[in-house]
């Protein structure tokens, strides 16, 4: 079995395509992570990933992976250098998502065995990506480049590497970027407003969370005919 093979079988890749969502999670204070995780959860995701823009974002890896334990897989976003993703690692991080091809934190990803998605956006960045040894290619900004035809076009030549597109990604498409071949779905604002000052409202977010489940499910069968 080739390196790529043992990466792309292992449990974080699996419950990431299994889940099949991604939220992107910004909050304004760190109390706020452990509820919109706790919201997440009761809609069936086990997924999410707190970008590092957020000012608490390394505290909410650690909290959030310290209270749910394996019931969440916690990962780190907007991951720019090796030295972040060693720190992210260490906070219990268990994928890293970058906004673009950093070899150096795909080389400190590998090192720690952690599932590493580096954002590409043109044919050449995706085949470059995936052959540097990424698990997943984030297309991203996925939605200002065409969104769902988009994906179609670069699943052509490369059926074989799988997708995450961000940007652009909301409850009435989702299911098409599901049968377009996408390997999960990243979704922040379609989940959360941008503006974290505002309160959160955390049944909304179980309601949201539950629709896109539902979508991604359903979406699902007719992908893999």
């Excluded at 999410?48 to 749910?68: C, G, Q």
Aim: aromatic share 6%; charged share 20%.
């Amino acid at each position: 079995m080739s390196q790529k093979e043992h990466d792309g079988s292992s449990t974080v890749s699996r419950r990431i395509r299994n889940c099949g969502l991604l939220p992107i999670v910004r909050f304004g204070q760190i109390d706020q992570a452990e509820k919109i995780a706790e919201a997440l959860h009761a809609a069936g995701v086990d997924i999410i990933e707190f970008p590092m823009t957020s000012r608490y974002a390394l505290k909410a890896v650690e909290k959030v992976t310290d209270i749910f334990g394996d019931a969440i897989i916690v990962g780190a976003g907007t991951v720019l250098d090796s030295e972040t993703a060693r720190a992210c690692i260490l906070a219990g991080a268990r994928f890293i998502v970058s906004p673009a091809i950093r070899p150096d934190v795909i080389r400190m990803c590998k090192r720690y065995s952690t599932v590493v998605c580096p954002g590409a956006l043109t044919p050449t960045e995706v085949l470059f990506a995936w052959e540097s040894g990424a698990d997943f290619v984030k297309i991203f900004p996925c939605g200002d480049v065409g969104g769902v035809p988009y994906i179609r076009s670069l699943k052509m030549p490369y059926p074989h590497i799988e997708m995450i597109p961000v940007g652009g990604v909301a409850l009435e498409n989702a299911a098409d970027f599901i049968r377009a071949g996408c390997a999960a779905l990243g979704v922040g604002a379609g989940l959360l407003s941008n503006k974290t000052a505002e309160p959160l409202n955390y049944e909304d977010i179980t309601g949201k969370a539950s629709q896109f489940m539902e979508i991604i499910q359903k979406a699902r069968p007719t992908s893999r005919e």
